[in-house]
């Protein structure tokens, strides 16, 4: 039996690590993992990037699995190959499910000045600035957000906040925590609630997502 390819797309600067916590079924499913390229550019269109992330692509009909602007991404890249299904996890299927405060810094560009040169770096200054507890989840965040270019960081940002997508693409299956603060899930419509999930549950409640995942792969 041939087996089903997944290919999964992490969150903004995050790494295919994200995914390490997920049990899916060997025998009927083959997983690849895609990692972010730095943009040609800073003003580098979000098709374009999609179109270089295709290469990396080498099966027909896969599913596509991204979280976050991850989930973004795969949206994009189906709409320039075929798919066997599309699956975001904390993402949004269009603009409508941005949530105010979000569209607020997309209006203002405040973000402009987000200190990505500071996250760049981040090494550096762990060490000398946090205390034991804070560097526990400096470590996780260095093990997981590891995409740390300035021109990527700023790139993203300015990506997701101005992505242009008025109507959902069908048959796209979302899953999404309850307790989403970036995306709040008053704003989400038509998903799979997972009960007390946050932005990071990918991670934190890798095994009820498995069983999503899986029960959406074997529903047509």
């Not at 906040?161 to 048959?171: G, S, V, Y």
């Not at 498995?210 to 074997?218: F, G, V």
């Amino acid at each position: 039996m041939s087996k089903t390819h997944l290919y999964f797309l992490s969150g903004l600067a995050a790494n295919s690590k994200i995914f390490e916590h997920l049990q899916l079924d060997s025998t009927k499913y083959e997983c690849h993992f895609l990692e972010w390229k730095i943009p040609l550019t800073k003003d580098e269109p979000i098709q374009s990037y999609a179109q270089r992330m295709c290469k990396e692509i080498t099966h027909k009909n896969p599913v596509l699995i991204g979280v976050s602007f991850g989930g973004v991404m795969v949206q994009e890249i189906s709409k320039l190959i075929n798919t066997k299904k599309v699956i975001i996890i904390s993402s949004i299927k269009s603009t409508e499910e941005l949530p105010k405060r979000l569209k607020l810094v997309q209006l203002t560009k405040v973000y402009k000045l987000f200190p990505a040169k500071f996250i760049e770096n981040i090494d550096e200054y762990i060490d000398y600035f946090l205390g034991d507890y804070q560097q526990k989840r400096v470590q996780l965040y260095k093990k997981y957000m590891s995409v740390r270019n300035a021109l990527y960081l700023h790139w993203a940002i300015d990506t997701v906040l101005h992505w242009q997508q008025d109507i959902p693409i069908k048959n796209t299956v979302h899953i999404h925590g309850t307790k989403d603060t970036v995306f709040p899930i008053k704003h989400i419509q038509n998903c799979i609630e997972i009960n007390d999930g946050n932005h990071a549950m990918i991670i934190t409640k890798a095994k009820r997502i498995t069983q999503e995942i899986s029960k959406a792969l074997t529903c047509n």
